[in-house]
């Protein structure tokens, strides 16, 4: 059986945005397209937020709590990727719980890793429901803290 899957595996550090600028949902979306980028340099940062942004037209990837997961593939990407941000303002996602959200994790998966892309979901929706992770990372100061909270929050998981 395969050792449980940890985000380190396709969450970088480079891909962590500390503070997102953005004030509407496609802004943000080119913003986490932009960090993503940053990890895939094969991939334009455009054609990455189109991936998402043809999902969320789908349906809104915030699932509440002050949190998001759009997610999408892309068939040029070899392995799972993904980029993180936080938005202290808040903006309205269209949330399932119609709150503001603060939280983005950006995940792109290659086109035929239904099963890997399921699982990375489940991973992040995970992590996120615990409702004093989300406010560390709200509270945390730099990109770095940000990521080592991650990492050491899908440790205990």
Same mark, same amino acid.
């Given at each position: 059986?395969?050792?449980?899957? /940890?985000?380190?595996?396709?969450?970088?550090?480079?891909?962590?945005?500390?503070?997102?600028?953005?004030?509407? !949902?496609?802004?943000?979306? #080119?913003?986490?397209? +932009?960090?993503?980028?940053?990890?895939?340099?094969?991939?334009?940062?455009? #054609?990455?937020?189109?991936?998402?942004?043809?999902?969320? /037209?789908?349906?809104?990837?915030?699932?509440?709590?002050?949190?998001?997961?759009?997610?999408?593939?892309?068939? *040029?990407?070899?392995?799972?990727? +993904?980029?993180?941000?936080?938005?202290?303002?808040?903006?309205?996602?269209?949330?399932?719980? !119609?709150?503001?959200?603060?939280?983005?994790? +950006?995940?792109?998966?290659?086109? =035929?890793?239904?099963?890997?892309?399921? !699982?990375?979901?489940? /991973?992040?929706? /995970?992590?996120? #429901? =615990?409702?004093?992770?989300?406010?560390?990372?709200?509270?945390?100061?730099?990109?770095? *803290?940000?990521?080592?909270?991650?990492?050491? *929050?899908? +440790? !205990?998981?």
């Amino acid at each position: 059986m395969r050792p449980q899957m /940890r985000i380190a595996e396709f969450l970088k550090p480079d891909a962590v945005v500390e503070e997102l600028r953005s004030t509407t !949902k496609a802004e943000i979306l #080119r913003e986490l397209s +932009a960090a993503l980028a940053k990890t895939n340099p094969n991939v334009s940062p455009q #054609r990455l937020a189109t991936v998402l942004e043809e999902r969320e /037209r789908v349906n809104s990837t915030g699932v509440g709590e002050g949190v998001a997961i759009p997610h999408g593939k892309l068939p *040029e990407l070899s392995t799972l990727s +993904a980029s993180f941000g936080v938005c202290r303002a808040g903006i309205d996602f269209d949330a399932h719980d !119609k709150k503001p959200t603060f939280l983005f994790f +950006a995940l792109v998966a290659p086109e =035929n890793s239904a099963g890997l892309h399921l !699982k990375a979901l489940a /991973r992040i929706s /995970r992590l996120f #429901r =615990n409702a004093s992770f989300r406010e560390s990372i709200l509270s945390a100061k730099g990109a770095q *803290e940000i990521y080592s909270l991650i990492l050491q *929050e899908d +440790a !205990k998981a």
